[in-house]
C-alpha cells in the first residue's frame, strides 16, 4: 500500500489520517507545533448549517448537511477505534430578533428556508422564551431550528488524535514541513528538519497556512487566507443556565457540556495576527449581554483566537490536482467542524480508490486554476 504524508495536525489532517490509516494506509501526519492547537481548537463547534446558511451558498449548504447526517457514524466509529464517546449534542439553534430590522432579517431568512424544504419554525416572543428562558425579555420572535446540532470539538480532536495512532498512523510534532517535492508531473515527498522524507501522497491540511507551504507550483497555491475569530468563554453558573445554541444578531453563545458558555466570534481581515482585543471582546459581550442579559454576571474563563482558513470563495478546497498524488484539504472556513466526516471520508475514498468523489464535486482547487498539463 502506498505511503501518504499529510501537511497539517488540525482536525481536517488527523481525521484524514484516521481514515486513511484505518483502511491500511501508511500514514504520517506532520505537524508544525503541537497538533489540535490552531483553529480546530479555538473553534465553538457549531454543526450548523441550517442556522449559518446565508441566500447564495446553496451548494456549501447541501455539502454541510450531508456531513452533518454522517456525523452519528463518524463518532461511532471513532468510538470504537479510540474508547472515547464524542457525542453528537442536538441542542438546537435559536435565532432571535429584538428590533424592526431584525425581523424582517429573519423573516427573509425563514422564507428562503422554508421555500428550500428546509425544517425550521417561525416562534412567537414568548414561544422563543420558553424555548430558551434566558432570552432577553426584549426578544420580538425567532427562528427555531430544532436538528441543528453542536460538538465537543475539544474532545473530538484528542479521540482523533488516539484512534489515528491505535489505526498505525504516526503523528509527528514539531516537524514543520519544509518543502513539498514535485518531480516531473508528480510529488515525491518532502523536506523536513532539511532530510526528504519519501511518500506517494502529500495532502496539504495545513489550515490558513496552506498557502505558505514551500515548493507548491505557483499555480497551484491554494488560495486561502487567515480569518481571525475571537471568541470569550464565560462559567455557566445556576444565575444563567443557557441550554439552546443562540444565534442573535453579530453574535453567538454557545452552552459546551464543560460549563463554557462561547460567546463568538469576531470575524477580522488581520493577516496572521492571533492577540486578543479588548475592542472585539467588548463588542461580543456587548451584543452577547443584549441577547442573554444574564450573562452580566458570569465569571470569565477565558478568550481564545483562531485563524480560520478562509478561501477566496469561502468554499472549501477539498481534492486532487494536476500533480499526481498532491491533494488539497483546506479552506474550510467557518464550517470545518462541521464539514470533517465529509471531507474524511470522501477524500480518502478517492485517494485510495483513484475514483473522484461526487460529493466533492466542484470543491476542488482546478476552480481556482487552469490544468498546467
Ligand atoms: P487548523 O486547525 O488550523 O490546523 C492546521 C494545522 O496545520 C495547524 O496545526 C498548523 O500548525 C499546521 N501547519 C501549517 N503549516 C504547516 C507546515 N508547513 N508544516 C506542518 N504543519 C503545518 N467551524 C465549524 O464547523 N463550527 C464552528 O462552530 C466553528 N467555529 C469557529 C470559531 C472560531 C473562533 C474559529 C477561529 C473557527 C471556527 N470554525 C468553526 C472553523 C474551524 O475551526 C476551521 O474551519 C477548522 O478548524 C480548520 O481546520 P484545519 O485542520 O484546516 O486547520
Ligand atoms: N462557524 C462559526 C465561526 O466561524 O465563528
Redesign the pocket.
Known amino acids: 500500500m502506498s505511503k501518504t504524508i499529510v501537511?497539517?495536525?488540525?482536525?481536517?489532517?488527523?481525521s484524514l489520517g484516521w481514515q486513511l490509516a484505518k483502511k491500511g494506509v501508511s500514514v504520517e501526519i506532520?505537524?508544525?507545533?503541537?497538533?489540535?492547537?490552531?483553529?480546530?481548537?479555538?473553534?465553538?463547534?457549531?454543526?450548523?448549517p441550517q442556522a449559518e446558511m446565508g441566500f447564495d451558498d446553496i451548494e456549501l449548504f447541501y455539502l454541510c448537511r450531508k456531513s452533518l447526517e454522517m456525523f452519528p457514524k463518524f463518532t461511532y466509529e471513532l468510538y470504537e477505534d479510540c474508547g472515547i464517546k464524542v457525542e453528537l449534542e442536538k441542542t438546537g439553534c435559536i435565532l432571535p430578533g429584538f428590533d424592526r430590522d431584525d425581523a424582517e432579517r429573519l423573516r427573509r431568512l425563514y422564507d428562503f428556508r422554508e421555500k428550500i424544504g428546509m425544517p425550521v419554525l417561525w416562534v412567537s416572543s414568548s414561544e422563543a422564551r420558553e424555548i430558551e428562558p434566558f432570552l432577553s425579555p426584549k426578544c420580538t420572535g425567532a427562528i427555531w431550528i430544532d436538528d441543528d446540532a453542536?460538538i465537543n470539538?475539544r474532545k473530538l480532536l484528542d479521540a482523533l488524535k488516539i484512534a489515528f495512532e491505535k489505526c498505525g498512523g504516526k503523528l509527528y510534532e514539531d516537524?514543520?514541513?519544509?518543502n513539498v517535492n514535485i518531480k516531473n508531473g508528480k510529488v515525491n515527498g518532502v523536506k523536513?528538519h532539511g532530510i526528504e522524507v519519501e511518500s506517494d501522497n502529500v495532502i496539504v491540511?495545513?489550515?490558513?497556512?496552506?498557502k505558505?507551504?514551500?515548493g507548491l507550483p505557483e499555480n497551484l497555491l491554494p488560495p486561502v487566507r487567515p480569518?481571525?475569530?475571537?471568541?470569550i468563554n464565560l462559567r455557566l453558573n445556576d444565575s444563567c443556565r443557557v441550554t439552546k445554541v443562540i444565534r442573535a444578531p453579530d453574535v453567538?453563545l454557545?452552552p459546551k457540556s464543560d460549563g463554557r458558555l462561547i460567546v463568538?466570534?469576531?470575524c477580522e481581515e488581520m493577516g496572521f495576527d492571533v492577540n486578543p482585543t479588548a475592542g472585539e471582546i467588548f463588542k461580543l459581550l456587548e451584543r452577547g449581554w443584549e441577547a442573554v442579559p444574564a450573562i452580566y454576571d458570569l465569571p470569565i474563563d477565558s478568550i481564545?483566537?483562531?485563524?480560520?482558513?478562509g478561501s477566496r470563495d469561502h468554499m472549501p478546497i477539498v481534492g486532487d490536482s494536476d500533480i499526481e498524488g498532491l491533494f488539497f484539504?483546506?479552506?474550510?472556513?467557518?464550517?470545518?467542524?462541521?464539514?470533517?466526516p465529509i471531507t474524511a471520508y470522501e477524500l480518502s475514498e478517492w485517494i485510495i480508490s483513484g475514483n473522484a468523489s461526487s460529493a466533492l464535486n466542484g470543491f476542488g482547487i482546478s476552480r481556482f486554476y487552469k490544468q498546467t498539463a
Open positions: 501537511i497539517g495536525g488540525g482536525i481536517i489532517g488527523l506532520l505537524e508544525r507545533g503541537k497538533s489540535g492547537t490552531g483553529a480546530s481548537f479555538a473553534a465553538a463547534g457549531m454543526l450548523a453542536q470539538n516537524h514543520e514541513v519544509e523536513v491540511a495545513g489550515g490558513a497556512w496552506s505558505q507551504i514551500p480569518v481571525k475569530g475571537q471568541i453567538y454557545l463568538g466570534a469576531s481564545d483566537v483562531g485563524l480560520r482558513p484539504a483546506t479552506g474550510h472556513y467557518r464550517n470545518g467542524i462541521l464539514l470533517t
